[in-house]
């Protein structure tokens, strides 16, 4: 899993040169396009609350993926007990919402809300996994821009320039900024990290 890490990295912190004032906004646009608000709607005894989180669009042989952290939809799991299967339990999950922000000239114009399913989750960090989940948007042909991950042969150094893309808490449907790559190859709970 090591890899999905990584993965999840390169596809969010994508590096650019210094660009015009025209072709930055185009690029902000795009970047902004990659990046979405997952929302994992749940409903208790007293009303209904959700949990946020941040998410990146990645398109593979026709289909609209967004990759996010497994905590963020850890509550949409169930787990039903199941005689007829051999180990007695049958995990299902429930949809998520994903919400993509519509920005154009700069100005945000309204936002898209579409429903994914699960097709993926290791176990939350605290529960000693990766914490990453793949999640398949029903309507996936609406996103209209894709993160690709970094391409084999190429790196990423210490103090290169690039762009990030994310939604702090998930509280944002989603920002971008500009910086440069800070480390390489940090470790963490023994899994290296850039």
């Known amino acids: 899993m090591r890899r999905c890490a990584l993965l999840l990295c390169t596809i969010v912190t994508l590096a650019v040169a210094t660009p015009p004032a025209s072709l930055r906004q185009q690029i902000q646009e795009r970047l902004l396009g990659t990046s979405v608000q997952v929302i994992a709607e749940l409903s208790s005894g007293i009303g209904t609350y959700s ?10 042989n026709g289909r609209t993926y967004i990759l996010t952290a497994a905590h963020v939809i850890e509550e949409l799991k169930q787990v039903i007990e199941d005689d007829e299967n051999e180990k007695g339990k049958r995990v299902l999950w429930r949809d998520a919402w994903v919400v993509l922000e ?39 042909d609406l996103f209209p821009y894709s993160a690709v991950p970094l391409p084999k042969g190429k790196s990423v150094w210490v103090g290169q320039e690039c762009w990030h893309v994310g939604s702090l808490y998930g509280e944002f449907v989603n920002s971008v900024s500009r910086g440069i790559i800070a480390a390489v190859g940090r470790l963490l709970h023994g899994k290296t990290f850039y």
Request: aromatic share 6%.
């Open 51 to 60: 949990v946020r989180g941040s998410g990146t669009v990645f398109k593979r």
């Open 102 to 140: 519509r920005v154009k000239d700069g100005r945000k114009t309204g936002e898209l809300r579409l429903l994914a399913k699960v097709v993926f989750a290791t176990k939350s960090e605290e529960d000693g996994g990766d914490d990453v989940a793949v999640l398949e948007v029903y309507e996936g």
